[in-house]
């Protein structure tokens, strides 16, 4: 298998065409043209679908795009990393996060690496969908509660869980009373009519009523906060506001445990940047819990 070959078809697919490719690389546009087509010859597949105006990769190509886009990156630095006799990390490394991690803390955390790190260009995007890594161009991708896919590796760097928490001034009703408590949601969530709390280890009802639907946690904590009624919130962004007083906490919402995710497309030659970012994270947060999260964001 012709490597150089492969390099200029990962070139080609990456512009979406030869001529933007060529400008690009500084490449012959004849000899990238003839070195895909060599390749689809040894392969006896066709690579591209060739259009009018576009090139559009075919379901071979794009698995084979897919495949050895991450391979090769990693071959690059790895002989970068051999040659230059140490292994910094340098170049672009692009990363999506969610948006509530981003607002809490993912500025200091990318200014810490930066300084460590003045040969990353560090790009983060706060995106709370799923994303295509290979296709949208991520190194790395942090998700809570991520579903499993096979296609990619990774490893949880926080946990959190969520409480029920209200102002001081909004009293929580005894366990003989049916009168509805008035409550803050998010507008993503399935709503119900009673919330189950645990607290000192035994679990109650609370008739609830939605008063305000808000899209964000950081919304919904200063409505909490402002006294409008209780909310599900996360330990580690209410533990603050818990211990001044500015928020009373009823208990343990009977919820999934939150975990935070990063993801990565490959575990095998895990790329300088990558390694050094899952590092700057584990350093940040050694034990994941949610009161190192609540520190690190004071």
Not at 49 to 78: C, F, I, M, N, S
Not at 230 to 259: F, H, M, N, R, Y
Request: charged content about 20%; overall charge negative; hydrophobic content about 45%.
């Amino acid at each position: 298998m012709d490597l150089a070959a492969i390099a200029d078809f990962n070139l080609v697919a990456k512009h979406g065409g030869f001529g933007r490719a060529a400008r690009e690389s500084g490449r012959p546009k004849a000899t990238l043209s003839r070195r895909v087509a060599e390749l689809e010859n040894s392969l006896q597949l066709r690579l591209f679908e060739r259009g009018a105006r576009k090139l559009v990769l075919t379901e071979e190509g794009q698995a084979l795009y897919q495949r050895t886009a991450t391979l090769l990156t990693e071959l690059d630095e790895t002989v970068l990393a051999i040659s230059s006799g140490v292994a910094r990390p340098r170049g672009r490394l692009r990363i999506s996060a969610p948006l509530l991690f981003c607002q809490l803390a993912m500025g200091r955390l990318a200014a810490e690496f930066a300084i460590k790190y003045p040969d990353v260009q560090l790009e983060v995007i706060s995106d709370d969908q799923p994303v295509d890594m290979v296709d949208q161009g991520y190194d790395l991708v942090i998700r809570v509660n991520p579903a499993a896919d096979e296609n990619l590796y990774g490893r949880p760097i926080l946990r959190d869980h969520l409480v029920v928490v209200a102002h001081p001034d909004l009293q929580r009703p005894s366990g003989d009373t049916a009168v509805p408590v008035p409550v803050v949601v998010r507008g993503s969530e399935k709503q119900t009519s009673v919330w189950q709390v645990m607290s000192e280890n035994v679990t109650s009802g609370i008739a609830v009523t939605p008063v305000l639907v808000l899209s964000s946690m950081i919304m919904l904590r200063d409505a909490v906060r402002a006294g409008v009624g209780a909310g599900l919130l996360p330990v580690s962004l209410v533990a603050q506001d818990i211990q001044a007083g500015k928020l009373v906490c009823w208990g343990d919402a009977d919820a999934a445990p939150i975990e935070l995710w990063a993801l990565y497309p490959s575990r095998r030659l895990l790329n300088v940047r990558v390694s050094a970012f899952l590092e700057h994270l584990k350093a940040a947060f050694p034990t994941g819990e949610p009161e190192e999260l609540a520190a690190y964001i004071q």
